[in-house]
């Protein structure tokens, strides 16, 4: 935002609400008519930018901007207004409610291989591992520093703030735990009831499949669904579980880079997550959806949906046999519009990760 404002060449204001003495609609009012005043040259036609960060921790703060919107839209006003927030489950919820028509939503989403190369120069491998977080970049160099970093300042403060100081969760320490068994089994399928099992708790699916809805909408971990072309049966099926960044998965996993590059099984985890963490932040806001299919013993790792168009993608990360009976099968009952193969006699890993998922959808 503040690269925005600095491309821009307009009069601008930024505001944070990331302080507790800011939190009312007060704030955002005098922020607003503050930055009202930079229109104000040139007969009151001057364009002005006003940026508002973490704008969802304002009590009822969709309401105040909407009126405050409707006011320059009458008066012809030319502010031009850019709110932020890190939960979009809220954002979401003030933007649905109040400002329905009133906006255009732009995801941020992880970082992607093409910029953590361009940015810190890492290769494919230090990608997997230490994955899309710039901001834990500089201290790979000291792997426990970096671990702690992602573990206490990114992890815990996100389950803390985005989501359980901001949302209802009745049990938020099986939420918790819900969030490193997801990591732990990133990249397979496992039953709700099972799930419950390995928690040790005797709640029910319906709770586990919200809490799942709330890591995803933080950007930590999601449940993929699976894929029959009805979408009745998608949400009952047993979800894929999936990180959106692998750094999730590996600082958790007390393995330190080298061990990563000789262990074929964690560095098939790794392979299968980038795959999917990839596919999800590139098509998020897109209408796209991702899933997994599986009858049986046949299975095909990814399914992308947009629209009519439908792409089957398997994985070949060293945790499965040579031959793919389950792309055939699905093939034959879906007929997809394209079948790709990621790995070791198809596109290579790094191909696909420095392309968006829309390349290969169209493709």
Request: proline share 3%.
């Amino acid at each position: 935002a503040q690269q925005v404002i600095a491309a821009a060449g307009l009069k601008a204001l930024y505001g944070s609400a990331d302080e507790p003495s800011l939190r009312d609609r007060a704030w955002i009012e005098t922020t607003w008519d503050t930055a009202r005043t930079n229109t104000r040259g040139g007969g009151g036609k001057d364009r002005a930018l006003l940026v508002l960060d973490e704008v969802q921790k304002v009590t009822a703060w969709s309401e105040t901007v909407k009126r405050l919107w409707d006011e320059d839209t009458a008066s012809g006003a030319p502010l031009q207004v850019v709110l932020l927030g890190s939960s979009p489950l809220l954002l979401g919820r003030g933007l649905s409610e109040s400002l329905t028509g009133r906006f255009e939503l732009i995801p941020v989403t992880h970082w992607s291989y093409p910029e953590m190369r361009e940015a810190f120069q890492w290769d494919l491998e230090r990608y997997l591992f230490f994955g899309g977080y710039p901001g834990a970049a500089p201290l790979v160099g000291d792997e426990e520093r970096w671990r702690r970093y992602i573990i206490d300042s990114l992890i815990e403060t996100t389950i803390s703030r985005d989501i359980l100081l901001m949302s209802r969760v009745d049990k938020p320490a099986l939420l918790r735990r819900l969030f490193h068994l997801a990591c732990d089994y990133s990249g397979q399928i496992l039953s709700y009831q099972k799930m419950l099992g390995q928690l040790h708790d005797a709640g029910n699916t319906t709770t586990l499949a919200h809490y799942l809805d709330l890591l995803g909408g933080a950007g930590m971990v999601t449940g993929l669904q699976k894929f029959s072309g009805a979408k009745v049966r998608q949400r009952g099926s047993s979800p894929k579980l999936q990180v959106l960044n692998t750094a999730l998965l590996t600082a958790q996993s007390g393995r330190s880079f080298e061990d990563a590059g000789a262990d074929l099984s964690l560095r098939g985890r790794l392979i299968e997550s980038a795959v999917g963490a990839h596919l999800l932040n590139s098509l998020t806001g897109s209408g796209a959806t991702v899933s997994y299919w599986r009858e049986r013993s046949r299975e095909v790792d990814f399914v992308v949906q947009s629209g009519t168009r439908l792409l089957a993608i398997e994985v070949k990360s060293g945790r499965r046999k040579d031959n793919l009976p389950g792309m055939e099968a699905f093939a034959k009952a879906f007929k997809p519009d394209r079948r790709l193969l990621v790995g070791e006699g198809g596109v290579s890993l790094e191909e696909f990760l420095q392309k968006p998922a829309s390349f290969w959808l169209e493709g």
